[in-house]
């Protein structure tokens, strides 16, 4: 893209190609969703379209292998992590567990290791009217009760089904965390 190279001696990997991706369309440009996932750490798997979140007045041509969303992200949304400008964490990870190529593994993995189901809450009703909402707010509200992954929401609903109470959920002791 215009303005933006890549040194021969290097290897052109995912992270060189999400980087030349979100640089071509410009300074206020940021990596999102399903990419911003990968670049956060929350997911393994590299996307197969770079997604990329610009002002809505910005200019520009869709580019191959992108998925471009125009609109203005707040400056808490926006956080330049490992040299690049991506959604927050927070942000991302509501996103990214919805979109069509996410899942709720992606939330999962942001509540054991990165971050409190209040901030996603806060993320979530800071950008209302966004692509998936709905099923963000389901999946924030299947969170609600400690849970940090599909199978302690199985046993969740075990509980409650057969009216046990009394438990906790991601119960810290000791410097360890016991699920129930």
């Known amino acids: 893209a215009k303005g933006v190279y890549h040194v021969n001696d290097q290897a052109f990997t995912t992270a060189a190609l999400i980087r030349a991706t979100v640089w071509s369309y410009g300074n206020l440009a940021a990596a999102s969703g399903a990419t911003a996932a990968w670049w956060h750490s929350l997911t393994t798997d590299p996307p197969a379209v770079v997604e990329v979140t610009v002002p809505r007045n910005s ?28 959604t927050s964490l927070d942000l991302t990870t509501v996103e990214a567990a919805v979109r069509r190529d996410g899942s709720p593994t992606i939330m999962d993995t942001a509540l054991q290791r990165h971050t409190e189901l209040p901030r996603l809450w806060r993320a979530h009703l800071g950008n209302k009217g966004r692509y998936g909402a709905p099923r963000a707010r389901m999946m924030l509200q299947a969170a609600r009760d400690g849970a940090h992954s599909h199978a302690e929401r199985v046993f969740i609903r075990l509980l409650r089904q057969h009216n046990i109470t009394g438990w906790i959920a991601n119960h810290p002791v000791g410097g360890y965390v016991l699920d129930f």
């Open 59 to 86: 200019h520009g041509r869709r580019r191959p292998r992108t998925r471009v969303r125009r609109r203005d992200l707040k400056p808490a949304d926006v956080v330049e992590h490992r040299g690049l400008r991506v």
